[in-house]
């Protein structure tokens, strides 16, 4: 099985890696082009640790077809996740939230991943709120964007979207990825 999900391991650690720093994973501009005069346009920055292997992952499986095993892709493959959102990629840096959710190997000819999560945070002015995302990933691609569906709290009826980039990943499929929002709310 850790052979044959290598490739599902590398597609989720390309994905999750989210980017944080207190000073400058959260930043509230002035209302633009997206916002209307009573919305505030939010950025923020944080770091995605997705761990797949080891005795404590962050990530496993729950569920997979009949012919996962047999895909090059995972193809079925269904991961729950609750992984650690950070300031910056270090591991060790401050927690600033949890990505909680689910994702799973959607494409059948190229590595890709259907991504329902909510970053939800606990540092600061947004803790206690949520940001969720709904849409496609594909984790093979440098730069990816994810639309913002909603939220809770500060970020009640969210919209926007969530440029990924994989920071970190290994053989095994654990991942670190950068994660810059723009947030209408």
């Known amino acids: 099985m850790a052979n044959t999900s290598l490739p599902l391991v590398l597609t989720v650690f390309i994905s999750l890696v989210v980017s944080f720093t207190e000073a400058k994973w959260a930043e509230s501009a002035a209302a ?11 950025n923020l920055q944080f770091y995605f640790h997705d761990t797949v292997s080891g005795k404590n992952p962050s990530a496993v499986r729950v569920a997979q077809a009949t012919d996962t095993e047999k895909s090059p892709t995972l193809f079925g493959a269904l991961l729950m996740a609750d992984d650690a959102l950070t300031e910056t990629p270090d591991p060790n840096s401050k927690l600033v939230g949890r990505a909680q959710g689910l994702y799973g190997s959607s494409g059948q000819q190229e590595l890709g991943l259907i991504m329902a999560m909510s970053f939800a945070f606990t540092e600061g ?39 990924a980039h994989t920071h970190w990943f290994n053989d095994s499929g654990d991942a670190i990825v950068g994660y810059n929002l723009t947030v209408v709310h």
């Open 32 to 42: 633009k082009k997206e916002a209307t005069p009573s919305e505030t346009v939010t």
């Open 125 to 163: 002015t947004y803790n206690g709120s949520s940001i969720s995302i709904f849409g496609k990933n594909p984790i093979t691609n440098p730069i990816r964007e994810l639309p913002v569906v909603g939220g809770t709290g500060i970020f009640r009826s969210a919209r926007g979207y969530a440029i």
